[in-house]
């Protein structure tokens, strides 16, 4: 049934993936002794080979980031950094995993890929019933993903070998959590017909 998955690749930009980018010192080296890249590669490569449709998720904000949240702990600081800012190199899709053309492009403000974007409009004007998720990070993104998905009665499926948290401790964590309401897999395991 691939017409009804998605494969969302989330948060994957160069802000945070790329070695030039600021996740340099935390996701970077995560991705690299977790085999990240090659396996999000491939997961990419899978779900177009099934007909599944690969969806893009990026958190980013306007030049002026007139929607990021000052008293936000995770964005708070993103003005000043100068990261996640909309238009700029730092919130494309690493260059590994570039959309191609059609591929659906959901841009969120926030942790979750759901709050005020339009992504559970294109699920269900879609038939999607089951989500596949990937991306950094494990405790931000995807956690959000998979606890919001399973609450509008979307099967989720996490591929683990495609996450990242800034740290083993902080992606060993969200899995553990996640298992209730999630399958977890990897990105050669994944059943997609």
Not at 8 to 23: Q, R
Request: glycine share 8%.
């Amino acid at each position: 049934m691939p017409a009804d998955s998605i494969l969302l690749v989330m948060d994957m930009l160069n802000d945070l993936v790329h070695p030039h980018g600021m996740g340099a010192k935390t996701y970077v080296p995560q991705c690299r002794e977790r085999g990240i890249y090659t396996n999000t590669e491939l997961a990419i490569r899978r779900a177009r080979e099934a007909g599944v449709m690969v969806g893009y998720v990026r958190v980013g904000f306007s030049p002026n980031y007139a929607e990021c949240p000052p008293t936000s702990p995770v964005f708070s600081k993103a003005r000043d950094a100068g990261v996640f800012k909309l238009g700029s190199w730092g919130t494309e899709v690493y260059s590994d995993f570039a959309p191609q053309e059609g591929d659906p492009d959901i841009i969120k403000h926030r942790v979750s890929p759901f709050y005020a974007t339009k992504l559970e409009p294109l699920l269900r004007a879609q038939g999607i019933k089951r989500l596949i998720l990937c991306g950094v990070s494990t405790n931000g993104v995807v956690s959000a993903a998979v606890r919001e998905g399973h609450d509008r009665d979307y099967a989720c499926v996490v591929l683990e070998d495609c996450c990242a948290g800034a740290n083993a401790e902080e992606h060993d964590f969200a899995l553990a959590g996640l298992r209730r309401y999630a399958e977890i897999t990897t990105a050669s395991a994944v059943s997609l017909g």
